[in-house]
């Protein structure tokens, strides 16, 4: 929900408080940065010190950082408000994966309850633009942060008598340096990765890479030498939960990259407005909802390879509608109701393979690591979805630009200029006399739907790799996790 409602006020942000563009992508990315950089750490802490008490205090600290970005008063502000937002916010989901592990030892219990955590997300999805909306319409900016407010109010007064805490070994460490690694490895990762696909310098890009590559080797080294590692290597060994984390990262990967490019098609190819193009998505959102509640009933009849192959196989189903776009020319009618069925076949499959693939690996180790194994399933999610937007996105971008490469009529500055963005070629044939400007918005047009086009061919193949993978791995060698 936070950051469907920052997405929503940031021009009023810009307008506001004036950031510059290195500003602008801290106050936007800085708090995704520190979720991802810190879940690990926030895993290992709450297996430590108990998940109760992290997940509380996570909450109050969360609050407050929202009351300050509510009330920021230069980007600075807002960009530390942001930025300890994320820190928070990263004790949040491996501390209630981690209680859902103790407080439901059936797995199949576990299981509904997981399938209803990650339904949660979809609902605050689904709730975010409009919450965010009405916020925005009647109040300041800042207002978009207070929600958080009376969630924390309500979590602190029913929490301690309704949330059991579990019981860590007094004689267990929390190896600090063993966090700070793994915080430096993966804020520096997923940076690199996130400025790539913003078209961030070259250097820039392969310093902060080489740094956070290097420093992640030093990670998993200690976590072997080491006599109290953060995240204990034994239940990775199995091939069914290194299957069901790759298949977890991989569906993120894939949905990231769908979701940012169904966004841009609906709004730039046909013409809808942000309001129009956010309601044509709810029908996933909802089938998401579903999805998500109904599949762990499906493991009580089919093993969890099965749904996890269907689920997959779904996916793949709906990337591959995706991918039919191209063959309906530009901007036709039947482009929106292959995007509306794509993304609510990808949303079906995506519900199971979820919730299905975090429990394996939320239940594959010990109780008292289940922390950490928590932290392990979201990490991998945040950082296949900043891979997905910057590979799959950059293919795009690639695409777009070769067709867009043989425009006939224009000279080579015009040329390059409208291969920059779909948006910069909607301005350019705007300065263009009649029937040239409409051609080069014509050819803009068919230039971006093969873009699209390829995204979705290259994510069917993906999922349908991951589907025969996991078939294999899981089912016909009989790796699953029961």
Known sequence: MDSHVLNLATPAIVADLHPSGAQLLWIVDGYVFLVAGALLAMGALGDRVGRRRILLVGATVFSAAALAAAFARSPGELIAARLLMGLAGASLMPSTLALIRTMFADRRQRAVAIGVWTASFSLGGLIGPVAGGALLTHFWWGSVFLPAV???????TLGPRLLPEFRPDPAARFDTLGAAQSLIALLAMVYAVKRAAEGGGTIEVGAAFLGGAVTAIAFVRRQRRTSQPMINPAPFRATGVRIALAANTLTFFTLYATQVAVAQYLQWSLGLTALQAGLWTLPSVLAYLAASALGPFAVRRFSSATVIVAGLSVIAAGCGLFALVALSGPASPTDLALIVAGGSLFSIGLGPVY???TEMIVSSGREQQAGSAAAVAETGAEL??????????????????HVMSDVAGLPPDAVAEASRTAGDATALAATLPGAQGVELLLHARTAFETAFATIGATATVIMAAMAALTWFGMMVRGQEVR
């Open 150 to 156: 009376p969630a924390t109010i309500l979590l602190l």
């Open 355 to 357: 919730a299905v693939s």
């Open 384 to 401: 296949g979805g900043a891979l997905g937007i910057a590979l799959l996105g950059s293919l795009g971008v690639a695409v777009y630009r």
